[in-house]
Every structure is written in structure tokens, then in C-alpha cells.
């Protein structure tokens, strides 16, 4: 069936420097996407969301990218700092209204 | 109103008894979503709600569970003669949907454990 992902389980990334999350789909009608980051023990946290009329958009030390083409979908994190470890995941939603998500990345920020 | 509240935080059970999970969405939202999440995984959706109804329910949902949103506010989610594989992180979520989907605010979440 149709499904989210993630293409690295684990991302280690010095802290400074910029860190780059990619989820793949594969539901060419998904037309909303969000990027959570989700701390041990807590629900996930909404960190940026883009539709698919965009190809980016940016917030505060954040960028999402989205390329339909390859349905691929990718979130940037500039000067990563320590409270950025935590597991981020991507999610997809379209006409149908539920979100679905796929299994996650661990950020690891080494000092 | 501060968030999606859920209660309880932690909730130990024995295996064959009954819970009961609450999630009180951000007051005007009219979506609720519950997921449960295991450890290493994503959230895996179980049921949403657009105002009192509900409008999907996963077919990975057994019999056993049972949601309700009678009023269009607070929602239950009910787990009958728990199992071991129900322990896991219950999570709600709410958005407020009009044309367009937006994004959806999560709970602290209900983390059960049936022993």
C-alpha cells in the first residue's frame, strides 16, 4: 500500500552545524505534509508543514523542501543545536483527512 | 486553553481488564485524531473524528476498541479485556479542518502497559 518513510534511521550532526532529514512517499494524492519532532516520553511537536502548490517554505531555523517529481520531501535544520536531538518524523495527508506517518529519524547533535 | 490535554499520563493495568483514555482537544478544533505508537515507530492511526462523528476507523482496530465523541469536544477511547500487545503510547491529536487540512496538535499522550 501506499506509505511514508525515511531514508536514515540515525542522523549524528555536530552541533553548529546544519542538518538535513529526507521522508520519501509514495501517495502521489497526499497534498499536505508536516515535519514533528517528537522528545522521549512526549507527543510529537509540529515544527513546519507545507502544501503541495509549494516547493519550500521556510521558519525560524527551518526549511522544508518538497519535490514531487521524486515525491520526496526533506527538512533542513540550520545551526543544530543540542535541542534538536530528538526523533522526527514525516507526515502526509490528502483529501481523505488522516495523517499518516512514517517510522522516524533520530537527530543525535555531538558537541 | 493551552493544548491537547490527555488523561492519564501513565495508566498500568492487568491483562483481561478494561481502560478508559480522555483526550480533550484545543477548544476549537473540530478534528480528533487518536494513534498509538510503540516504541521505534511512528504513530499508527486508529480513528478521527469530525465533530461527533467518527469518519474513519482503521482496520488494524479490533473489536476490543471503541472511541466516542459524543459531543463534539472531549473524546474517549475505551480498550476492553486489555491484551499485552495493547501496551503502548495512546495519542490524541486535534486540527481545525475546514476546506483544507491543517496541521494537527498532539497530546502529551497515555502510555499503557498491561501486565
Known amino acids: 500500500g501506499e506509505s511514508v518513510g525515511l531514508h536514515l534511521p540515525t542522523l549524528s550532526v555536530q552541533e553548529g552545524d546544519n542538518s538535513i532529514i529526507n521522508c520519501a512517499y509514495s501517495n502521489s494524492a497526499s497534498d499536505y505534509f508536516i515535519w514533528y519532532k517528537q522528545e522521549s516520553g512526549k507527543g510529537p511537536q509540529f515544527i513546519i508543514d507545507i502544501r503541495s502548490n509549494m516547493d519550500k517554505r521556510q521558519g525560524q531555523r527551518v526549511t522544508v523542501l518538497l519535490n514531487k517529481t521524486v515525491k520526496h520531501l526533506s527538512l533542513q535544520i540550520a545551526a543544530t543545536q543540542p535541542g534538536d536531538s530528538a526523533v522526527y518524523f514525516c507526515a502526509e495527508a490528502g483529501s481523505w483527512g488522516k495523517f499518516q506517518f512514517g517510522a522516524g529519524t533520530q537527530v543525535v547533535v555531538t558537541p | 486553553d493551552t493544548g491537547v490535554s490527555q488523561d492519564p499520563r501513565h495508566k498500568i493495568t492487568k491483562r483481561g481488564q478494561n481502560v478508559t483514555f480522555r483526550c480533550d482537544p484545543i477548544s476549537e478544533h473540530n478534528r480528533l485524531y487518536w494513534y498509538r505508537q510503540t516504541l521505534g515507530q511512528g504513530p499508527e492511526f486508529l480513528t478521527y473524528f469530525q465533530n461527533e462523528a467518527q469518519l474513519e476507523k482503521s482496520r488494524l482496530l479490533s473489536d476490543r476498541f471503541s472511541a466516542e465523541r459524543p459531543k463534539g469536544s472531549f473524546s474517549t477511547l475505551e480498550i476492553q479485556r486489555t491484551e499485552q500487545g495493547d501496551s503502548a503510547m495512546y495519542l490524541c491529536?486535534?486540527?481545525?479542518?475546514?476546506?483544507?487540512?491543517?496541521?494537527?496538535?498532539f497530546g502529551q499522550g497515555t502510555r499503557l502497559t498491561v501486565v
Open positions: 491529536a486535534s486540527s481545525l479542518n475546514n476546506a483544507l487540512n491543517t496541521e494537527a496538535f
